[in-house]
């Protein structure tokens, strides 16, 4: 089990696990062992997540969601294909994380009337800045 919250895990079997040989160093080795890790997890099909959580997932990772609704993970930051399997795991947990917390809704807010008396004044030393440009020219 992935465990993301207290009440919410995602069971491992959910997860479809590929293996492929890492690019970088490595030497010799780097030739024989498969250590980059691709996790897929079908998004769109499983009932684990709430709707709103799964619908937050697919808008905030939608460049890692295949047209098939899987999401895509891929690791190969160590040597060791282990390590890379839980960085996936790790990255999965913590974009879940985000996408159960409910955005803030933006509140909508006047400008004070000194902010507003400010810009005018602005607006008219600018405006007389340029009228006396054109007198200059004339």
């Not at 159960?100 to 607006?123: D, E, G």
């Amino acid at each position: 089990m992935l465990s993301i919250t207290p009440s919410l895990s995602i069971p491992l079997t959910e997860f479809v696990w590929a293996y492929s040989r890492s690019g970088g160093p490595g030497g010799q080795n780097v030739n024989k062992v498969a250590s980059k890790v691709e996790l897929r997890w079908n998004l769109a099909a499983s009932t684990i997540l709430p709707p709103i959580v799964k619908d937050r997932l697919f808008a905030q990772q939608k460049n890692r969601i295949t047209t098939e609704g899987e999401l895509l993970l891929t690791s190969q930051l160590t040597r060791d294909q282990e390590k890379n399997r839980q960085n996936c795991l790790d990255k999965l947990a913590e974009m879940v994380r985000r996408a159960t917390i409910a955005p803030v809704p933006r509140v909508a807010t006047k400008p004070s009337r000194a902010s507003n008396r400010r810009r005018l004044t602005a607006k008219k030393h600018a405006a007389t800045r340029r009228d006396t440009r054109k007198v200059s020219e004339e």
